[in-house]
């Protein structure tokens, strides 16, 4: 991950960590304005359905973060889904958000 400073490293081992803890297939986590990190899973329920990314950015404006400094999301995928991208952007349209694969090695910023 040398491309990405410290604190934006520490996003992507967050969002593989918790991805492989609850074996989802995506992690994500966040950094508010205040530097404090939400990270999240994949959430599959027959009633609620949420990306890793969207489940992140929920927790973060929960506990009453107002704007993001960055992101990152873990995941086979070659891209983050437009749904999970507007979630980040509804709170900073210019958060970088780092998208990296299952080894945590990043792939691109977004």
Same mark, same amino acid.
């Given at each position: 991950m040398s491309e990405l400073d410290a604190e934006d490293a520490k996003l992507v081992t967050l969002a593989r960590s918790v991805r492989a803890r609850n074996? +989802? !297939?995506?992690? %994500? &986590? *966040?950094?508010?304005?205040?530097?404090?990190?939400?990270?999240?899973?994949?959430?599959?329920?027959?009633?609620?359905?949420?990306?890793?990314?969207? +489940? !992140?950015?929920? %927790? &973060? *404006?929960?506990?009453?973060?107002e704007s993001l400094e960055a992101a990152a999301v873990v995941t086979e995928d070659s891209a983050v889904d437009a749904a999970s991208l507007a979630a980040v952007r509804d709170l900073s349209p210019s958060a970088p958000v780092f998208l990296a694969d299952a080894s945590g090695e990043f792939r691109k910023q977004v």
């Open positions: 074996g +989802a !297939a995506e992690g %994500a &986590a *966040v950094r508010d304005q205040d530097g404090r990190t939400y990270n999240a899973s994949t959430v599959w329920l027959p009633s609620l359905k949420l990306s890793a990314l969207q +489940a !992140a950015v929920a %927790a &973060a *404006v929960s506990s009453g973060a």
